[in-house]
């Protein structure tokens, strides 16, 4: 048996895999188990997060929270967080193409800068590589299985793979994995098949404590 440590990007696993489907509820450790070869010994599972905001979506901090205690019942899960950072910017405008005002309208120069709302995820996918590359220093494990498609995650994965000519799968969340992401890693699984049978109990019963239910909007 292969002794496996599994590292999850928690936003890029939401927004290429969940997101606007009815599996949010994942059983990342089932889900795991389930894309990787019978071979494997799964003896933990890193999911990488940060607190999201309420700005937009008041309610959305509350669902997050949810699932977080409800993985971290999931035994050798472990999560790990960054920072969610929400400012207020100026950014560039992009006209849409052929863009042509109404001739009743007074001829007016379009705008070039709007300030906007910027969110940003600061040190999961750090951590991440960072976490990978120790593990892989200290012999941790036989195999890694990285689940992202964030290409700033290609130099800690081509260190593990490359340098110290150790396993490192991808595990993409969606679609094609990004071409810089496949040509580092061992090789390439896709986890879309076994997300909506890999799906957690609800409610979720803890000895002493509140049910932890599933948000009623997933």
Known sequence: ?????????????YYRALRGTPHKWLDIAAMSAAALPATCQI???NYYAAHISGRVDP???????????AIQTLPNVAVHFGSFMVTQKWSGVVQPPNFRPPVTQPAVPNPQVAYVWKTEEKGSD?????????????????????????TDLVEPIRIVTQELGMHVTLLSPGG???????????N????????GPCQLP????????????KPASW
């Not at 048996?1 to 696993?13: K, P, S």
């Not at 094609?176 to 061992?186: D, E, F, N, R």
């Not at 390439?188 to 076994?194: A, D, F, L, T």
């Open 202 to 213: 609800n409610p979720i019963h803890v000895p002493g404590k509140k049910p932890i239910t």
């Open 126 to 150: 750090v951590n991440l590589g960072v976490h990978l590359v120790r593990d892989a220093f200290r012999g941790n494990f036989d195999l890694a299985a990285v689940l992202t498609n964030d």
């Open 1 to 13: 048996m292969a002794r496996t440590i599994v590292y999850i990007d928690g936003f890029n696993l």
């Open 188 to 195: 390439v699984r896709h986890i879309q098949p076994y997300i």
């Open 176 to 186: 094609k994995p990004a071409t810089s992401l496949a040509g580092v890693a061992s």
């Open 59 to 69: 309610d959305a901090p509350r669902r997050q929270h949810a699932y977080l205690r």
């Open 43 to 45: 003896e933990r599972v």
